[in-house]
């Protein structure tokens, strides 16, 4: 089992910039792919980023490419999603996830562990 918390949501304008962090804990060496999803109102469970944790290799979505960025400290098993240039489209709960898959992309069925969210809202 693979236990996930995030930390670091929270309302800005904007334009602005968060971080994101997701700490894991279990056992952990069995998880090959971070990601970071996100939900808004009414809307499905979106993939943001993605990260292969013994590679380094990432995936971003279309929407965040080029302001979003994912990176890793494996000795803190910690996975961060820094995010730059927010937009009011970005209002959603973040979610963290691990998947013990090969190549699950930004496909949330390919990911067997969550965190219990945390809200990210962006005023313009």
């Known amino acids: 089992q693979v236990q996930l918390v995030e930390s670091g949501g929270g309302s800005v304008p904007a334009g602005g910039s968060l971080r994101l962090t997701c700490t894991a804990s279990g056992h952990t060496a069995s998880i090959k792919f971070m990601g970071w999803f996100r939900q808004a109102p009414g809307k499905e469970r979106e993939g943001v980023a993605s990260?292969?944790?013994?590679?380094?290799?990432?995936d971003f979505a279309d929407s965040v490419r080029g302001r979003f960025t994912i990176s890793q400290d494996i000795a803190k098993a910690t996975v961060y999603l820094q995010m730059t240039i927010l937009k009011s489209e970005d209002t959603a709960m973040y979610y963290c996830?691990?998947?013990?898959?090969?190549?699950?992309?930004?496909?949330?069925?390919?990911?067997?562990?969550w965190g219990q969210g945390t809200q990210v809202t962006v005023s313009s």
């Open positions: 996830a691990a998947s013990e898959d090969y190549g699950p992309g930004l496909r949330a069925g390919m990911y067997y562990y």
């Open positions: 990260m292969y944790v013994y590679g380094g290799n990432t």
